[in-house]
């Protein structure tokens, strides 16, 4: 009886003939197309989605084993949440030093992590109403600027930061524009697989004192570093 990743080994290696003529000059790789598009928009991030990505969901899991493989040869962890069709990858989490990483980190301020949050939280609301998780720049600044210090004088710089913490998120598509609108996103459901229920409760409560004045923002603004 063959094994299930014989099987997989089997599948993919029908669609393997494009790939052995070549995709493309001095290609040696034995992938079929599909396969590598699947494996670029993980590298590429910051996940795969399945709504968003409906042919290389697919792909993803015809290939899984082989996927999984693949990144496992560069340290890395491909994680897949079937039920919500969304799949990413992360540094795997290994105790042997000199273990080299390939992903890069993104330093986060402050404010990115409040946004993270508060994106998180309107993810959460609109899956409980099973309606997509969209959310205005209007809306972002409106909630940033709660976190504003009552003394600041220098409300354009906080501004800037504001807006430099919208376009952070956006490059990492956790912001995803909505067509035919520049003020309105679609929030990555990755974000769910990010912060757990916990860590976003703990997060609420600190930023819930800063907001009221009863803890200072700098003493639990420790950067932090996000995958």
């Known amino acids: 009886m063959n094994s299930p990743e014989s099987i997989e080994l089997e599948n993919i290696g029908e669609n393997t003939n ?3 003529n070549g995709l493309f000059r001095n290609d040696t790789g034995e ?7 699947a494996l670029v928009q993980l590298l590429s991030g910051p996940s795969l989605d399945g709504h968003r990505h409906s ?9 899984e084993i082989v996927i999984r493989k693949f990144f496992c040869e560069l340290f890395l962890e491909l994680v897949v949440d079937r039920d919500m069709q969304v799949a990413f990858i992360r540094q795997a989490d290994a105790d042997e030093d000199g273990i080299p990483k390939l992903l890069r980190r993104t330093q986060l301020t402050f404010l990115d992590s409040v946004l993270l949050l508060y994106l998180r939280k309107q993810l959460a609301q609109a899956e409980a109403h099973s309606e997509r998780a969209v959310v205005s720049k209007d809306d972002i600044v409106e909630e940033l600027k709660s976190y504003d210090k009552s003394g600041n004088t220098d409300k ?6 504001i807006y430099a913490s919208i376009e952070k998120i956006k490059k990492h598509n956790i912001l995803q524009k909505i067509k035919n609108s520049d003020n309105r996103f679609e929030i990555s ?12 409760q ?15 923002m700098d003493s639990a603004a420790n950067e932090g570093d996000d995958e």
């Open 18 to 20: 494009e790939a052995k």
């Open 31 to 37: 992938m079929p197309m599909e396969t590598r598009r």
């Open 55 to 63: 042919k290389l969901w697919t792909t993803l899991l015809r290939d």
């Open 156 to 161: 354009a710089g906080f501004d800037k930061r």
């Open 189 to 200: 459901p990755t974000l769910k697989l990010l912060f757990s229920a916990e860590e976003v």
């Open 202 to 216: 703990n997060l609420t409560n600190i930023y819930t004192q800063i907001k009221a004045g009863e803890l200072q």
